[in-house]
């Protein structure tokens, strides 16, 4: 359904708050699936911190994905919404304590452990519970993406994961502790990547890691998780609403050595929720300088840091305007000069009371969300709550 159709559902709700087309998130659910249930041995864990929504991730328990989780707090609240827990994984450089013990206690599938010490610690609480708990190791690839910098996270000078000179004595160390079974490897080269060519460098490298393996006697992986980073067209999200999944699989299925039996997990976030979200503000003020035109809208960077943290580029329309175009600085009321969405903007002219759409605002949306300024997280509606 198209968004401008919308308005009048819009117009009488407090504002900001997010809007997801759950019709569109059944659709990329669809695709995915589609591509996941083509190649055997393809499994999807939906990156958690991309949108912990309730509502969404109930949907996307339902089309029957796992969960990738990176805290307690996202292993509690999958739990709470359905995801069987051996269908959850947990990542993340720095694993407390608690979050260990919460994790064993629910039977997680596996951890993706990222390094040594964290691996003995794990080892350790495992024992005193009476468990064995399965780790798989986050191997940094050195594989650069072209993305942000902020958003890169295979290179060597990135603090995640376990240098790929280390991978050998990782898992001689994991196969001398009882409590603890080696079931795989894990790697994540950043986000919002659309060269497959980056995957395809991914590929490469694992297929070199996993020879190394075998030549040193260690044959059994039953896992390989590839991680996430799909990116979306953040420029035109009416033209390509479902991420190219295909293009993104078929990489995988021809660039990677899958020995048989073995398992390919994958941990998408951005392409999985992107396109469904958008932020739903409305204009407060429109302010005249001498060099610019400011609208200051209700919505700011509490609600949508991208653009403020990252320089990101979202699409913004005015749906309640069709009058002609002029150029707008569209900015939140928070007292930060970065609260902005997006500088010399063209949007039809804009007044008091129009509604604005930050499009492809689904992933690292709401769950990037503060209560800077003391302002209130913001609510949020799926399709079915707006039409209902
Ligand atoms: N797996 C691991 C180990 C990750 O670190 C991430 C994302 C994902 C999977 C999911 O990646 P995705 O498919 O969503 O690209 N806040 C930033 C993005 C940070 C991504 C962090 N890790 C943004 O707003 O662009």
Not at 27 to 56: F, M, Q, R, S, W
Not at 274 to 296: D, E, H, N, P, W
Not at 339 to 362: C, M, N, Q, W
């Amino acid at each position: 359904m198209n968004i401008s159709e919308l308005k009048g559902c819009f117009e009488t709700r407090q504002t900001p708050f997010y809007y997801y087309d759950t019709q569109l998130l059944a659709e990329t659910l669809a695709a995915i699936k589609g591509e996941t249930d083509v190649h055997e041995g393809y499994h999807l864990h939906y990156a958690v911190k991309a949108c912990a929504n309730p509502k969404i991730l109930r949907m996307i328990q339902q089309a029957g994905f796992g969960a990738d989780c990176v805290s307690g707090g996202e292993i509690r609240l999958c739990l709470q919404n359905g995801f069987p827990a051996d269908e959850i994984v947990f990542a993340g450089v720095g694993k407390a304590d608690w979050e260990i013990e919460l994790a064993l206690e629910a039977g997680i599938q596996y951890f993706n452990v990222e390094s040594i010490p964290e691996l003995e610690v794990i080892a350790d609480i495992a024992k005193r519970m009476g468990k064995v708990a399965e780790v798989c190791f986050r191997i940094n690839p050195d594989v650069g993406a072209h993305t942000h910098a902020g958003i890169t996270t295979g290179l060597a000078e990135n603090k995640f994961g376990i240098s790929k000179e280390d991978m050998l004595s990782a898992v001689r160390t994991s196969q001398k502790l009882s409590s603890v079974r080696f079931v795989g490897l894990h790697f994540h080269i950043g986000s919002q990547i659309l060269e497959m060519d980056d995957f395809e460098a991914l590929c490469s490298r694992i297929n070199e890691l996993q020879d190394k393996l075998e030549a040193a006697g260690i044959a059994e992986v039953r896992n390989i998780n590839v991680g996430g980073g799909l990116g979306i067209d953040y420029d035109d999200p009416d033209k390509h609403p479902v991420p190219d999944f295909k293009a993104y699989f078929d990489t995988y299925a021809r660039h990677l050595k899958l020995r048989p039996g073995q398992h390919l997990h994958f941990e998408l976030g951005r392409a999985v929720v992107g396109q469904c979200g958008s932020l739903i503000t409305r204009c407060l003020y429109v302010k005249k300088t001498k060099t610019k035109q400011f609208a200051i809208v209700d919505g700011s960077m509490t609600e949508l840091i991208r653009p403020a943290l990252y320089d990101a580029h979202h699409l913004i329309q005015n749906i309640s305007s069709d009058d002609a175009l002029q150029t707008y600085d569209v900015v939140g009321p928070v007292c930060e000069s970065s609260d902005v969405f997006a500088k010399d903007y063209p949007l039809p002219e804009t007044r008091r009371g129009h509604i604005l759409a930050i499009r492809s605002a689904g992933a690292y949306g709401e769950t990037m969300a503060s209560q800077y300024n003391c302002r209130a997280l913001p609510a949020s509606y799926t399709l079915e709550e707006l039409l209902s």
